[in-house]
């Protein structure tokens, strides 16, 4: 009974602090706090995760476009500085979560994330990039 009650202890406690070190990692942030920490940071590295469609018809200023459905994320996210601050963003919030997750895993240190996405960036009156 006891090795029982000592396995669950030390399975939850595992399990606990890997869900604490993706929440350090990453921070899913408000647009107004998210523009607010592109605009005090100096060339911000911003992802849109959305497909090369959807970013074409408007995105944000300064956004890198790496499609998280397509096949390259891993390959074109190693040009970006895993040191720095990355903002990520996508439509609602969806692909932007398994991004930000890959990200991680990749070796990202300080990943923010925009609640939302870019449906809740528009609604809020933030700028955006029509091209």
Known sequence: MKKSFYLFLLSSILFLSCQKQYSQNTNTVSPDVFASKIEKTAKPQILDVRTAEEFNAEHLA?????????????????????????YVYCRSGARSKKACARLKELGF?????????????????????KE
């Open 62 to 86: 300064n956004a890198k476009n790496i499609d998280w459905l397509g096949t390259e994320f891993d390959t074109k996210s190693a040009t970006l500085d895993k040191n720095k601050d990355v």
């Open 109 to 129: 240190t300080s990943i923010y994330e925009l609640d939302g996405g870019f449906v809740k960036w528009s609604t809020e009156g933030h700028a955006s990039t």
